[in-house]
């Protein structure tokens, strides 16, 4: 059974046990419980959100390497060939680390 204490908070015990709850404890219904909890969610802030986006969206060094080895391939079939950007150098560096990186991850 639902009771609601007078700080709002709800508790869930059997009726047998209500004189454990607080003081001027009153049962509640299902309905009027789920409505006090759904009540008592705090939405995060516009700043939360946006901590979140941000977080969610960071530029990592391993997106990073991902971008560049994946333009570097894009390019390379868009010009039939012509234009290998793995000759470049910081290309070429992204490539080795990439592969080495691989290589650690594979021993987890």
Do not use: C, W
């Amino acid at each position: 059974m639902n009771y609601k204490a007078p700080d709002n908070s709800i508790h869930v015990i059997e009726p047998e046990y209500a004189h454990l709850l607080p003081v001027g404890s009153i049962a509640i219904t299902d309905e009027e419980a789920e409505a006090l909890r759904l009540a008592a969610i705090v939405p995060p802030s516009t700043f939360d959100l946006l901590a979140k986006l941000d977080a969610d969206n960071t530029l990592t060094q391993r997106n990073l390497r991902e971008f560049i080895l994946l333009t570097a391939e894009a390019v390379k079939m868009a010009t039939n060939g012509a234009v290998d950007m793995s000759q470049v150098v910081g290309v070429a560096n992204v490539a080795v680390v990439e592969a080495e990186a691989a290589y650690l991850r594979s021993q987890l």
